[in-house]
C-alpha cells in the first residue's frame, strides 16, 4: 500500500497509526515496525501512567503521534 510520501496509502496508513500505533506499518506490509510501535506505545502508556499515576496517561497519544509520521512519510522504492 502506499507509493510514496503523500500518496492515498500513506494516508491512510497514517490515520490508522494514530487510532493505533503501528496499525499503518502492517498496513503498508511492515510487520517489525509495526510490533515495535506498538511496544512503545504500551511503554511509554505504562510509564505515563505510574507517573501521573493515572491521571494523565498521555504516552500512548506521543507514540501515536510519531508512529503517525512514520507511516505517513514511508517510500517504499527506497
Do not use: E, K, Y
Amino acid at each position: 500500500m502506499g507509493d510514496g510520501p503523500g500518496s492515498a496509502g500513506n494516508v491512510l496508513a497514517a490515520l490508522a497509526s494514530l487510532i493505533v500505533p503501528g496499525l499503518g506499518q502492517l498496513l503498508q506490509g511492515r510487520v517489525l515496525w509495526a510490533l515495535l510501535w506498538l511496544l512503545l506505545a504500551g511503554l511509554g502508556f505504562l510509564v505515563t501512567w505510574i507517573l501521573t499515576l493515572s491521571l494523565l496517561p498521555f504516552g500512548w497519544f506521543v507514540i501515536a503521534l510519531f508512529s503517525c509520521i512514520h507511516a505517513a512519510v514511508w517510500d517504499p522504492r527506497r
